[in-house]
C-alpha cells in the first residue's frame, strides 16, 4: 500500500512538472508574441518618422528621386533652414505662446479643480455639469464672436488672444484634475483643517503637492496643444511676419519653396523635435496622471 502511494506520488509529481514546463512555454510563446506585435507595430508608426529624417539628409535633387538613403549626408540642410528663412524666431514664438498657454491652463484648472471636488457647495454637481457641456460644444461654432470681441479689444494681431483665453481654464484639464482630487482622502483635509490650515494653503500644500502626476498631465497636453496649433495662429496673427509661429511658418515656408522637399522634411523634422524630446522624458509622469485620474470618480 505504501509502495503504490509513493508511485502515485511521484507519478502526481511528474505530471505537475510536464504541466509547469507547458505552462513556461505557452507563457514564453504568448511574450514573444506580443512583443512581436509590439515591435511591428512601433515600426509601422516610426517608418514615416525615419523616412522624413532621411529625406531631411538628402541633397535637393536625390529628395525627388526614389532613393531610401542619402548619398552623401547633407547635414548642411539644418543650416541652411535657419538661413533661409527666420525659423529661430518662429520657434521662439512657438515656445512664447506655449510656455505662457500652459501656465495659464495650471494655474486657472487647479482652484477650479479643487472647488469642485473639495469643498461642499449648492449648486456644485450643476456647475461641473455646465463646464462639461461646454466641451461638446464646436470651437467654431463661438470661433466668430469671440474673434469679433478680440478685434474690438484691438488684439489682433497679437499673441493676446492665444494666450489669455488659457488664463480663464480648460474644461477637459478641470475635469482630469477633479477626477484626481476625488481620490485623495477626505481624513487628510479634516485633519489640516483641524490645524488650522486654510484652504488655499492645504490647496498648495497638500493636495497639489499629491496631484503632481495629474498636474503634469494636464501641462504636457496644453503644451502640445498649443505647439501644435495651427488655426488659432493663422487666425490671430497671420497679418504681421514678425509673430509668426512654427505652424504657419512652416506653411508659409512650404509655399516658397514647395519644389524642396529636403528642406521641407529639414523645417519638419526640428518643428517635432522638442515635443518628441518632452514626450520621451516626461512619458512615465504623463501615463500615470492620465491612469491615477480614473481612480475615483
Given at each position: 500500500m505504501s509502495q503504490f502511494t509513493d508511485e502515485k506520488l511521484k507519478q502526481i509529481d511528474r505530471e505537475a512538472v510536464i504541466l509547469k514546463?507547458?505552462?513556461k512555454s505557452k507563457d514564453f510563446l504568448q511574450t514573444v508574441g506580443d512583443h512581436?506585435?509590439?515591435i511591428t507595430m512601433s515600426v509601422i508608426f516610426a517608418f514615416p518618422?525615419?523616412?522624413?529624417?532621411i529625406i531631411s539628409l538628402m541633397s535637393a535633387g536625390q529628395a525627388e528621386t526614389r532613393s531610401f538613403w542619402p548619398k552623401p549626408f547633407v547635414?548642411?540642410?539644418?543650416i541652411e533652414v535657419f538661413t533661409t528663412v527666420p525659423f529661430l524666431k518662429w520657434t521662439l514664438n512657438t515656445m512664447f505662446v506655449s510656455v505662457m498657454g500652459t501656465i495659464g491652463v495650471v494655474i486657472s484648472s487647479v482652484p477650479a479643480a479643487y472647488v469642485l471636488s473639495r469643498l461642499q457647495w449648492k449648486g456644485r454637481h450643476t456647475t461641473f455639469l455646465i463646464i462639461l457641456g461646454t466641451m461638446m460644444l464646436p470651437g467654431q461654432v463661438t470661433q466668430i464672436p469671440v474673434y469679433?470681441?478680440?478685434a474690438k479689444l484691438g488684439w489682433i494681431p497679437s499673441f493676446l488672444p492665444l494666450i489669455v483665453p488659457a488664463f480663464f481654464g480648460s474644461a477637459f484639464s478641470i475635469f482630469l484634475l477633479?477626477?484626481?482630487?476625488t481620490s485623495i482622502p477626505d481624513e487628510i483635509s479634516d485633519a489640516a483643517r483641524i490645524d488650522g490650515c486654510s484652504e488655499f494653503k492645504l490647496m498648495m500644500r497638500i493636495v497639489v503637492p499629491l496631484a503632481k502626476p495629474a498636474i503634469s498631465a494636464i501641462a504636457l497636453f496644453a503644451f502640445l496643444g498649443s505647439w501644435n496649433d495651427f488655426f488659432g495662429p493663422l487666425l490671430y496673427i497671420?497679418?504681421?511676419p514678425d509673430l509668426y509661429t512654427l505652424g504657419i511658418g512652416l506653411n508659409a515656408f512650404k509655399g516658397d519653396h514647395h519644389t524642396e522637399t529636403s528642406l521641407m522634411m529639414t523645417a519638419s523634422v526640428l518643428f517635432m523635435l522638442p515635443v518628441i524630446v518632452i514626450f520621451f522624458f516626461s512619458q512615465k509622469v504623463f501615463i500615470e496622471g492620465v491612469t491615477l485620474t480614473g481612480v475615483k470618480g
Amino acid at each position: 500500500m505504501s509502495q503504490f502511494t509513493d508511485e502515485k506520488l511521484k507519478q502526481i509529481d511528474r505530471e505537475a512538472v510536464i504541466l509547469k514546463r507547458k505552462k513556461k512555454s505557452k507563457d514564453f510563446l504568448q511574450t514573444v508574441g506580443d512583443h512581436s506585435a509590439l515591435i511591428t507595430m512601433s515600426v509601422i508608426f516610426a517608418f514615416p518618422l525615419f523616412m522624413v529624417f532621411i529625406i531631411s539628409l538628402m541633397s535637393a535633387g536625390q529628395a525627388e528621386t526614389r532613393s531610401f538613403w542619402p548619398k552623401p549626408f547633407v547635414w548642411h540642410n539644418y543650416i541652411e533652414v535657419f538661413t533661409t528663412v527666420p525659423f529661430l524666431k518662429w520657434t521662439l514664438n512657438t515656445m512664447f505662446v506655449s510656455v505662457m498657454g500652459t501656465i495659464g491652463v495650471v494655474i486657472s484648472s487647479v482652484p477650479a479643480a479643487y472647488v469642485l471636488s473639495r469643498l461642499q457647495w449648492k449648486g456644485r454637481h450643476t456647475t461641473f455639469l455646465i463646464i462639461l457641456g461646454t466641451m461638446m460644444l464646436p470651437g467654431q461654432v463661438t470661433q466668430i464672436p469671440v474673434y469679433i470681441i478680440f478685434a474690438k479689444l484691438g488684439w489682433i494681431p497679437s499673441f493676446l488672444p492665444l494666450i489669455v483665453p488659457a488664463f480663464f481654464g480648460s474644461a477637459f484639464s478641470i475635469f482630469l484634475l477633479r477626477q484626481f482630487f476625488t481620490s485623495i482622502p477626505d481624513e487628510i483635509s479634516d485633519a489640516a483643517r483641524i490645524d488650522g490650515c486654510s484652504e488655499f494653503k492645504l490647496m498648495m500644500r497638500i493636495v497639489v503637492p499629491l496631484a503632481k502626476p495629474a498636474i503634469s498631465a494636464i501641462a504636457l497636453f496644453a503644451f502640445l496643444g498649443s505647439w501644435n496649433d495651427f488655426f488659432g495662429p493663422l487666425l490671430y496673427i497671420a497679418e504681421n511676419p514678425d509673430l509668426y509661429t512654427l505652424g504657419i511658418g512652416l506653411n508659409a515656408f512650404k509655399g516658397d519653396h514647395h519644389t524642396e522637399t529636403s528642406l521641407m522634411m529639414t523645417a519638419s523634422v526640428l518643428f517635432m523635435l522638442p515635443v518628441i524630446v518632452i514626450f520621451f522624458f516626461s512619458q512615465k509622469v504623463f501615463i500615470e496622471g492620465v491612469t491615477l485620474t480614473g481612480v475615483k470618480g
